[in-house]
């Protein structure tokens, strides 16, 4: 009976002995914090500064509360099938003499684009129509969250959650397809995002569609191949 409750006794302190210790444990644990947790973008800011961009402008393009990780714009981006698109439509009359009022009013602006980039201001033009009407289809999602999402796929967590966010039927790509497209892309959006900050450091808010991205001047020599 006595050998029984010393057992007992020896268990229960066994028990306090581990929750003790636990607690000791866990109180002298730093809690981890949601801002110590790297953010979808961490390693595109890092790669930017060591690129040669300036830090504290990176830090506070990042920090601004309109730049977020743009799941469902690209992975729209990532079903999007051009073949669908009927481009014969930009051969029409209509559009065409909308394309050389275009080119009449953005004169000046064509032909430094042209000298500078050395493509035909037709060419760009054509871009242009195509890529945004002529600047009248300017989509609502923004131009920097784009960039930086899509040029955060270089890194296997933001490339995973686009994955996991498109949809399981006909319009989702095989994995070998989006791997493809996702390098190809993620490398053009750094690029472009680039080119962005060194000309402009846009603020995010009012640059709208992945379209325009298309017709940042730095794109014209890809797009005129």
């Not at 014969?88 to 602006?109: C, E, G, P, T, V």
């Not at 131009?143 to 686009?162: D, F, G, H, W």
Request: hydrophobic letters at 35%; glycine letters at 4%; charged letters at 25%.
């Amino acid at each position: 009976m006595i050998d029984n409750l010393l057992l007992s006794h020896k268990k229960r302190y066994a028990y306090w002995l581990m929750v003790a210790v636990c607690l000791v444990i866990v109180g002298n644990t730093i809690p981890v914090s949601a801002t110590d947790v790297p953010g979808p973008f961490y390693a595109l800011e890092k790669r930017l500064v060591e690129d040669g961009f300036d830090q504290a402008h990176i830090n506070s393009l990042f920090s601004n509360p309109d730049v977020s990780f743009e799941k469902s714009g690209v992975s729209a981006y990532f079903m999007h099938n051009e073949a669908k698109l009927n481009y014969k439509q930009f051969l029409r009359s209509k559009n065409i003499a909308s394309a050389r009022k275009y080119m009449s009013n953005h004169k000046d602006a064509l032909e430094s684009a042209q000298k500078n980039f050395g493509v035909d201001k037709e060419v760009i033009t054509a871009i242009i129509l195509v890529e945004t009407r002529l600047g009248t289809y300017t989509g609502n999602k923004s131009v920097i969250n784009t960039l930086s999402t899509l040029a955060a796929m270089t890194e296997e967590k933001p490339r995973q959650a686009i994955w996991e966010s498109l949809p399981d039927n006909d319009r989702r790509m095989s994995r070998e397809r989006f791997e493809k497209k996702a390098d190809r892309k993620s490398n053009w959006a750094y690029r472009t995002k680039g080119f962005l900050i060194l000309h402009g450091k846009r603020r995010p808010g009012p640059h709208r569609n992945k379209r325009v991205l298309r017709r940042c001047p730095g794109n014209f020599p890809v797009y005129a191949q």
